[in-house]
């Protein structure tokens, strides 16, 4: 049963965007055409995908779940996570995936926020459910080894595959703007807030006209987790165009281009410090022996033009998040360092104030954002009003994200608004601290941050990770930093640590550095004595 025509051409028939249309058409269209590889060397036609999705569905449908139910998956990704993903939204449900990360105060909040009743999770996790209030939560369908501890009926994935369950036809159609998932913020500076998606809007994310250098010839590289719109989207952008998947369960730099390889990939994601990672790997006589073609960087950063000529793949960047749609994205290669690219077709970006009057261009603003699709971006955060009323207020949503715009349409990101560093008097953008530092060769991550100054305002600090087997003297990275940068922005701490703090994604979590604040084993330059003057350092 698909879904009715639309009237307004902007809007693409069921057919082209929903998950049980896309994945019935595909089968019968190319039946025998690869949909993923996975690490193990196994691999899905797409009839085997619609086989394996209709069967756990079936097993869903008999276990209760219905159209418009929610349901909860905590996986780390793999053929399992990506079968419950299909599988919930062929039956209409709501896919509704979770941090694997999260436990204690914070997975209770999502349990009890998402109205779940069903949860597919890996055993190992589990036992963080003893903790926790669990809500509505009824029953578990675990992958893995699982010893069960829990009050909650509980049963294995596999009986959903071995099952041989007839699935029932749907109630009603499922439409374009139906909700399609529910994905949580990060929930770093606060309680994880539910992003309300539609098909249409994960559709538009990456959609023809925003990635369209992205075909159905590609095979793209999933490494992110479902519960990240670079996992969960990409898994999705690619069964839209009757592409294909390589599946690797988590980034490896020491892995990457063997993987690439050996499945033929040609497009990837690189967030974060993912690309820092693999140039910082020693070169080699077969650094261009791969498939690979395009790859987006996020952030795009001086790293960008040392991927391309060393790799010989062309880079591309967005700017996204969750709750939009692409609204910023590049040319490959581009020549200007650090923009994020120009507004694309079907969307309108303006840089406000903090009264959401607009900046001159050249001026650092928030950026607001709207499309002309309907659907196209959030439709609102579950049972949370005030940040929906917040967020979309005066009919734009706001982002958070400071930019600039040049005078011929680039934009770039300055900062996060909640990541700027105020020093006596001086804006300070951590994110540009953060690419000279990482400029320095034995530095493999950064992050920049704020801590209170005892004459006002905020110091710098830094923290870093060095590359393996180098050194860090703070003393050198410092006089190095002072010969690159303003001198307002020059830290005045350094914290050499074996590896920054991270999430699941892969996004170093500032939040705990800056709780830690100036830390024992902080290095200080004034208590080195060295001072920084506009000229000159002493």
Request: charged letters at 20%; a negative charge; aromatic letters at 10%.
């Amino acid at each position: 049963m698909t879904g009715t025509q639309c009237s307004d051409p902007r809007v693409p028939p069921s057919t082209a965007c929903v998950v049980r249309d896309l994945i019935d058409h595909w089968a019968a269209v190319q039946p025998e055409q690869t949909y993923a590889i996975f690490e193990d060397g196994s691999r899905w036609s797409y009839a085997t995908l619609r086989e394996q999705v209709t069967q756990v569905a079936a097993g869903l449908h008999a276990r209760g779940v219905r159209q418009g139910d929610h349901v909860a998956v905590w996986l780390f990704g793999g053929a399992e996570g990506i079968l419950s993903f299909f599988a919930i939204n062929y039956l209409g449900a709501v896919f509704v995936p979770f941090n694997t990360a999260y436990k204690g105060s914070l997975l209770a909040h999502v349990l009890a926020n998402s109205d779940a009743r069903l949860l597919i999770a890996h055993g190992e996790l589990l036992t963080r459910l003893d903790e926790v209030d669990c809500a509505l939560l009824e029953r578990v369908i675990y992958t893995g080894e699982f010893a069960d501890t829990i009050n909650l009926s509980s049963e294995p994935f596999a009986n959903l595959l071995a099952e041989k369950t007839e699935l029932g036809a749907l109630e009603h159609p499922i439409e374009p703007w139906h909700t399609q998932s529910i994905i949580y913020t990060s929930g770093t500076t606060g309680p994880s807030k539910g992003v309300l998606s539609s098909y249409l809007h994960l559709y538009t994310n990456a959609g023809p006209e925003t990635w369209h250098f992205i075909t159905g010839e590609d095979r793209f590289l999933v490494n992110m987790p479902l519960f990240h719109i670079g996992g969960m989207g990409i898994i999705f952008v690619m069964l839209a165009r009757g592409g294909s998947i390589s599946v690797m369960q988590n980034f490896s730099t020491d892995r990457f281009w063997s993987f690439v390889q050996e499945t033929d990939t040609t497009a990837a994601f690189l967030l974060g410090v993912m690309a820092t990672f693999l140039l910082k790997q020693e070169p080699s006589s077969g650094d261009r022996e791969h498939n690979l073609r395009r790859a987006f960087m996020v952030p795009f950063t001086e790293a960008a033009v040392d991927m391309h000529e060393r790799f010989g793949i062309d880079i591309y960047t967005i700017f996204n998040m969750t709750e939009i749609s692409s609204p910023i994205v590049s040319e490959p290669n581009p020549s200007r360092r650090g923009t994020c690219g120009k507004v694309r077709a079907g969307v309108e970006v303006r840089l406000v104030d903090e009264n959401d009057c607009e900046v001159p261009t050249g001026q650092i603003g928030e950026m607001l954002v709207r499309t002309d699709r309907p659907w196209a971006m959030n439709h609102g955060y579950y049972k949370n009003p005030e940040a929906t009323a917040e967020a979309w207020r005066n009919g734009w949503f706001h982002t958070g994200d400071c930019f600039r715009k040049d005078e011929e349409g680039f934009f770039y990101f300055v900062d996060r608004r909640k990541d700027a560093i105020r020093r006596r008097g001086e804006n300070i953008s951590s994110f540009e601290v953060e690419a000279e530092v990482v400029s320095y060769p034995a530095v493999r991550e950064a992050a920049a941050y704020g801590v209170p100054s005892n004459v006002g305002e905020e110091d710098v600090m830094i923290a870093v990770a060095a590359v393996d087997g180098r050194e860090l003297d703070p003393e050198a990275l410092l006089h190095f930093l002072a010969a690159q940068m303003p001198y307002f922005m020059v830290p005045r701490y350094i914290r050499v640590l074996p590896e920054l703090p991270k999430t699941p994604t892969a996004k170093v979590q500032k939040h705990l550095l800056r709780a830690a604040g100036v830390t024992s084993d902080s290095w200080d330059r004034e208590a080195h004595g060295i001072s920084l003057h506009r000229d000159k350092l002493q």
